[in-house]
Structure formats: structure tokens, C-alpha cells
């Protein structure tokens, strides 16, 4: 079966330091992937999505960039995080492009 | 862009009453997905709609397409405290390869 591992499950990090969240996806080729924040308001933004290798489309304009290095792992970082970066992040893989996103369990990020 | 719009925000019940939210899109879909978020928890797929007024039940748990494919509903039958936790819909167009999520509904059932 598949499944899909995500680390560190909490972080606390200072303004202005670096970023790296890693995402692997097990039991799978091939697999869509998604990079999702949610903040307070609990509504889920995309941040970035891949389909293949080296293949990385942004959603939203920041200070966050996303690397899909192998097949199945997925990695969210940034140069200097910012006060507004705090929240869950979520990654998320799916089989197509029209079928369901299986989350993983997600990084809570506080900056301070 | 997309907009995926969710009614209501949150939502407070008695165990044993109905619950329903409601989801409207700005633009045609081609599916709508709902997903359940427990507190403290990440959000796990429920089910999938592709068909103009598909109608598709989960035990106590009934979610509707709408004819026009711009909105959905789930309504929940005699809530259970287990029920607790935010429902979000997820809207597709074909002319987009990724999901707008509306902000979802939270429910909080109490016994």
C-alpha cells in the first residue's frame, strides 16, 4: 500500500533562517505532488505541484521554492523565512491529475 | 481564477442532528471531491462526484452534484460526536490539473 512520510512534524525557526521540508512517497511511481499551506482560517493553499522530475509549477508568488529531486520525494525550502510563513504545511500525492490527494501529516512551522 | 465558495464557516450541533454544508464554484467543474480534517489532524479524502447530479452515500453521510456542476452538498444524518472535525470541498475544472479548495466547514457535535 501506499504511503506518505513527511518531517520534521514540528518547527520552530527564527526570521530570516533557511527552510528545508522533506515529503516521500512510498508504494508508488510516478505520482503527483502537492505542496499546501493552511493558516488560521483553515482553508488549504496550494503552494506548488509536481508531475514528474524536475517539473515544479508555483501557484503563488513568495519567498518558499519547492524541488522534486527523485521520483517520490518532494522538498519545500526557502533562503529566509519570513513571519508570515508560520503554518501547516501539507504534502500531498496523487495517482493523476483527476483523482483524489492522499495528505500526509503535515509540518507545524512557527516563526518567531 | 477558480473560487470554490463554502457555506456555512462553522457550525455547532446537538448528537443526533442533521448537518449540512454547501459548496458553490464560480466555474463549471469537471469533480468535486470533500474532504475531513479531525482537529489536529490532516485532511482525508471522502469521496469524489464526476457526474452532473450525482447523488453518492457513505452510511450516514449523503453528498450531492448539482445539475450544473458549479455546487455540491454533504449532509450528515444523526451527527456523532465522531463526526467532529472541518469538511472541505475541492472543486475541478478541465482546465486546470490541480484542486481549489474551499475554506471549509467546521462541525462541532456536542453529545
Known amino acids: 500500500s501506499q504511503t506518505i512520510h513527511q518531517w520534521p512534524a514540528t518547527l520552530v525557526q527564527p526570521v530570516g533562517s533557511p527552510l528545508s521540508l522533506e515529503c516521500t512517497v512510498e508504494g508508488t511511481s510516478n505520482p503527483n505532488l502537492y505542496w499546501y499551506r493552511q493558516a488560521a482560517g483553515r482553508g488549504l493553499q496550494l503552494l506548488f505541484y509536481?508531475?514528474?522530475?524536475?517539473?515544479i509549477s508555483s501557484e503563488v508568488p513568495q519567498n518558499l521554492s519547492a524541488s522534486r529531486p527523485q521520483d517520490r520525494q518532494f522538498i519545500l525550502s526557502s533562503k529566509k523565512l519570513l513571519l508570515s510563513d508560520s503554518g501547516f504545511y501539507l504534502c500531498?500525492?496523487?495517482?493523476?491529475?483527476?483523482?483524489?490527494?492522499?495528505f500526509g501529516p503535515g509540518t507545524r512551522l512557527t516563526v518567531l | 481564477g477558480q473560487q470554490v465558495m463554502q457555506i456555512p464557516q462553522y457550525q455547532h450541533v446537538q448528537e443526533g442532528e442533521d448537518f449540512t454544508t454547501y459548496c458553490n464554484s464560480s466555474?463549471?467543474?469537471?469533480?468535486i471531491q470533500w474532504y475531513k480534517q479531525r482537529p489536529g489532524g490532516h485532511p482525508v479524502f471522502l469521496i469524489q462526484l464526476v457526474k452532473s447530479g450525482e447523488v453518492k452515500k457513505q452510511k450516514r453521510l449523503t453528498f450531492q452534484f448539482g445539475e450544473a456542476k458549479k455546487n455540491s452538498s454533504l449532509h450528515i444524518t444523526a451527527t456523532q460526536t465522531t463526526d467532529v472535525g472541518t469538511y472541505f470541498c475541492?472543486?475541478?475544472?478541465?482546465?486546470?490539473?490541480?484542486?481549489?479548495f474551499g475554506k471549509g466547514t467546521m462541525l462541532l457535535v456536542s453529545p
Open positions: 500531498a500525492w496523487s495517482p493523476g491529475q483527476y483523482n483524489e490527494q492522499f
Open positions: 466555474t463549471t467543474l469537471s469533480n
Open positions: 475541492a472543486g475541478q475544472d478541465s482546465g486546470y490539473s490541480t484542486l481549489t
Open positions: 509536481s508531475v514528474g522530475i524536475g517539473q
